[in-house]
């Protein structure tokens, strides 16, 4: 899953559908033909994204956990492998100027989410007439739409974001948002930074990484857009801290 993270930034390994991350989120060209209307250097995003699913596929009749050799991790590894390689890929293609079409997205979706995506849940068993039907337990709400969000919220945001919760990733990332943003507010605009200010949870600055990672700049304050955008900025850079980062709350909180 690491293969290059020294490098190219590391990978990003979760599930869902390609284009599912969000709303919001960009389709990745995953369906045949699709490459024919990719520029040369990113047609191997569809044949990456329809082996993705279907490692996904392969594990819809399995239960995740136990032993790292079962029939699950090995595919929990083969899919992991597959999404380090879609992401090193798009890192290298992003570092060396190419712009990333907005067909393909800047990220492979978790194992969890593609799961849910292609595993279709079984049809359930009608309930005899003269049974009572049990009172399901009330899902708890993450409302992404309030102004002040939750901590619950903010991780809910990272997840279909596509932030992986390794270490070096989500749970640095989370500390440096309650330190640029410690009322959780996603339309904070710091106005006196540079290049028209710094913007949402991440407080990223002025537009020009919302251009390079293929989102939009309109929806800037969105806690999913903003979060996704912040994830491609750490992929390309590596790192947290210094210059074009955010290098003070990096600094204060020793995080590279």
Not at 235 to 243: A, C, L, Q, S
Request: with cysteine; charged share 20%.
């Amino acid at each position: 899953m690491k293969l290059l993270l020294c490098l190219l930034l590391g990978a990003i390994a979760f599930g869902g559908t390609f284009g599912v991350l969000a709303a919001s989120k960009p389709t990745v060209a995953g369906a045949a033909g699709d490459e024919d209307n990719l520029p040369a250097a990113w047609r191997f995003a569809p044949g990456l994204a329809a082996e993705l699913r279907e490692v996904a596929r392969d594990t819809c009749a399995l239960e995740p956990g136990g032993s790292a050799h079962d029939a699950y991790g090995l595919l929990e590894l083969r899919y992991r492998n597959l999404a380090a390689e879609y992401n090193n890929q798009v890192a290298a293609l992003v570092l060396s100027g190419q712009q990333r079409p907005s067909s393909v997205a800047g990220v492979a979706p978790p194992l969890e989410e593609m799961r849910s995506s292609v595993c279709k849940a079984p049809t359930p068993t009608p309930t005899p007439i003269h049974t009572p039907t049990p009172v399901p337990t009330p899902t708890p709400i993450v409302d992404l739409e309030q102004r002040f969000i939750t901590l619950a919220a903010l991780d809910y945001a990272a997840v279909l974001a596509g932030w992986p919760m390794d270490p070096g990733w989500w749970p640095e990332m989370r500390s440096i948002i309650q330190c640029e943003t410690r009322s959780l507010d996603r339309m904070a605009h710091n106005t006196t930074d540079p290049n028209g200010g710094s913007y949402g949870l991440a407080q990223l600055n002025g537009r020009q990484h919302f251009d390079k990672a293929g989102e939009s700049f309109d929806l800037r304050f969105d806690a999913v857009v903003n979060l996704r955008t912040a994830l491609w900025l750490r992929t390309v850079r590596g790192h947290y801290g210094g210059e074009g980062g955010w290098g003070r709350c990096a600094a204060w909180l020793n995080i590279n």
